[in-house]
């Protein structure tokens, strides 16, 4: 990776490319999938609008921050995957993300996607520590994280969710300044 263009990445299985307008039909086809939404189901996209704004958002973050979020191919082409990268949250850490299409998961699609977005993110800004942030029920989510070198350093109320219930987790790749795990728990 060391002198490739961050926005367009191959890896061992998967071609990574920098998410644009072009990719919002199939972004919205993961992000309305009830199946992937089983842990935040408020979280999933019901209308394509959604998407396309979310789209444009994450395009900018490219301009940025120099990373962002990628969807993720078969290297000979082929239908999105999955979608995920990592960029910066209010300034203060990477989150690392990862979404794949259900026929796509069990194959290490999204720890190889994340190995890839961390080593990225600590190129591009390697003062700012990694985080992936994720519900206490999404066990998947937080295996990936755990492989990926991350660790457990907050877990309490999700702010925002439309169930109470649910415990938001914070995992790490080092142990996070007062700001830093203000941003991520949602404290004021």
């Known amino acids: 990776m060391a002198d490739e263009d961050l926005r367009h990445v191959r890896t061992e299985r998967l071609r990574l490319d920098a998410v644009g307008p072009g990719d919002v039909d199939e972004v919205f086809a993961l992000n309305s999938d009830p199946a992937l939404w089983t842990v935040f189901p408020s979280g999933r996209?019901?209308?394509?609008?959604?998407?396309?704004?979310?789209?444009e958002q994450f395009a900018a973050a490219w301009d940025a921050d120099g990373l962002g979020y990628w969807v993720?191919?078969?290297l000979d082409g082929g239908a999105v995957l999955g979608i995920g990268g990592c960029t910066v949250r209010h300034g203060a850490v990477w989150n690392v993300y990862y979404r794949f299409a259900t026929a796509a998961h069990g194959h290490g699609y999204a720890g190889e996607l994340g190995r890839t977005a961390v080593e990225a993110?600590?190129?591009?800004?390697?003062?700012?520590?990694?985080?992936?942030?994720?519900?206490?029920?999404?066990?998947?989510?937080?295996?990936?994280?755990?492989?990926?070198g991350l660790r457990l350093v907050w877990q309490g109320p999700d702010a925002g969710n439309s169930d109470p219930t649910q415990v938001r987790l914070v995992l790490a790749d080092r142990a996070l300044a007062p700001a830093a795990l203000a941003v991520v728990s949602g404290a004021p």
């Open 45 to 55: 996209h019901t209308d394509r609008e959604q998407t396309r704004t979310q789209v």
């Open 72 to 74: 993720a191919r078969p």
């Open 121 to 148: 993110a600590r190129r591009v800004r390697p003062d700012l520590p990694v985080v992936a942030y994720l519900l206490r029920t999404n066990e998947p989510s937080r295996r990936v994280a755990e492989r990926l």
